[in-house]
T-cell receptor, first 116, second 114 residues
Framework: DAMVIQNPRYQVTQFGKPVTLSCSQT?????MYWYQQKSSQAPKLLFH???????NEADTPDNFQSRRPNTSFCFLDIRSPGLGDAAMYLC???????????????FGDGTRLSIL | AQTVTQSQPEMSVQEAETVTLSCTYD???????LFWYKQPPSRQMILVIR??????QNATENRFSVNFQKAAKSFSLKISDSQLGDAAMYFC???????????FGTGTLLAVQP
């Protein structure tokens, strides 16, 4: 089935050690999103790509970066993870994003990041 | 700024009964879209139902329906004939017309009692 796949499901890293989370999609959607979701909280948008155009949220820390080498893949890089970065990271996609689009976002299972 | 408020952190319903989850929102957009997403424990967030603001008719998807009150900026979700598999966190979300962004509420954790 077409879907959004996040790897790994669980990631453990050390304080300050760079980590990369990956997301792939078979939906051929042109918009990809990264969210951070802490326990019992709503997902918080970090940034999104509309095709190759990167859109960063104003309050996303500089510690968080993203890459989208092609339509199918998108990566979240955390350069120097702190204890406060422990969270579930959700990837989502949508088609025809932008003005007056009612297309829903399709989410992956998420990657739960722990910091030691 | 756009906001979404879910005032019920937790709800409980008996199996086969009906439950309504509340959501209010605020936006200055004239065109916008509203969604309810379901997130079961340790599982994927999935779309339950969506509503276009320009449509007066309330959306329905099988046992799920909404009560969309545009003037009151209210968008509640009704689950009929509740099933054990409905137990999950439910998020109300708003998408303004001229943006890709989804604004989520804080969620309502629904428990279904057998």
């Amino acid at each position: 089935d077409a879907m959004v796949i996040q790897n790994p499901r669980y990631q453990v890293t050390q304080f300050g050690k760079p980590v990369t989370l990956s997301c792939s999609q078979t939906l051929n959607h042109n918009v990809m999103y990264w969210y951070q979701q802490k326990s019992s909280q709503a997902p918080k948008l970090l940034f999104h790509y509309y095709d190759k155009d990167f859109n960063n949220e104003a309050d996303t820390p500089d510690n968080f970066q993203s890459r989208r080498p092609n339509t199918s893949f998108c990566f979240l890089d955390i350069r120097s993870p702190g204890l406060g970065d422990a969270a579930m990271y959700l990837c989502a996609t949508s088609t025809k994003g932008g003005i007056y689009s009612n297309q829903p976002q399709h989410f992956g299972d998420g990657t739960r990041l722990s910091i030691l | 700024a756009q906001t979404v408020t879910q005032s019920q952190p937790e709800m409980s319903v008996q199996e086969a009964e009906t439950v309504t989850l509340s959501c209010t929102y605020d936006t200055s957009e004239s065109d916008y879209y509203l969604f309810w997403y379901k997130q079961p424990p340790s599982r994927q967030m999935i779309l339950v139902i969506r509503q276009e603001a320009y449509k007066q008719q309330n959306a329905t998807e099988n046992r799920f329906s909404v009560n969309f009150q545009k003037a009151a900026k209210s968008f509640s979700l009704k689950i009929s004939d509740s099933q054990l598999g409905d137990a999950a966190m439910y998020f109300c979300a708003l998408k303004g017309g001229a943006t890709n962004k989804l604004i989520f509420g804080t969620g309502t954790l629904l428990a279904v009692q057998p």
